[in-house]
């Protein structure tokens, strides 16, 4: 999947919008992109180096997941206990990154939802 790929389903999930909050702490040298729900994040990523995304996870699916998968570790800038990083040129396939990203979606939609 290539990053207007990930960017347009990212953005089809209900009531998502994304931003670019964190460009006055890199001073220039990255671009983070993150897309949130209900004002939460629930994934982001390098506009200018698309390798790595980072995604909020379920606690008890991540030992599994970095089991199964290669492309599964420590999270970019993130607390490594609710957040893990996808190497998209690895071997998790679209399907599957689209299921992370959207327990991901579901699991800050769920737990920060309007009232």
């Known amino acids: 999947m290539n990053i207007e790929e ?3 389903y990212c953005l089809s999930l209900p009531s998502v919008t ?3 909050p964190f460009e006055k702490f890199s001073r220039g040298r990255f671009t983070i992109l993150v897309f949130y729900v209900n004002g939460h994040m629930f994934c982001y990523f390098n506009i200018d180096d698309f390798r790595f ?3 909020k996870c ?3 699916q991540m030992a599994e997941l970095k089991e ?3 492309a599964i570790g420590e999270p970019f800038n993130g607390d490594k206990r609710y957040w893990i990083s996808v190497d998209v040129n690895s071997d998790v396939d679209d399907d599957t990154l689209r299921m992370l990203v ?3 979606y579901e699991l800050v ?3 920060h939802s309007k009232k």
Do not use: G, L, V, W
Request: no cysteine.
């Open 6 to 8: 990930f960017r347009d």
């Open 18 to 20: 994304e931003a670019t």
């Open 53 to 55: 995304i980072t995604i």
């Open 58 to 60: 379920d606690p008890e």
């Open 68 to 70: 199964r998968y290669q």
């Open 102 to 104: 959207h327990q991901s």
């Open 109 to 111: 939609k769920n737990k």
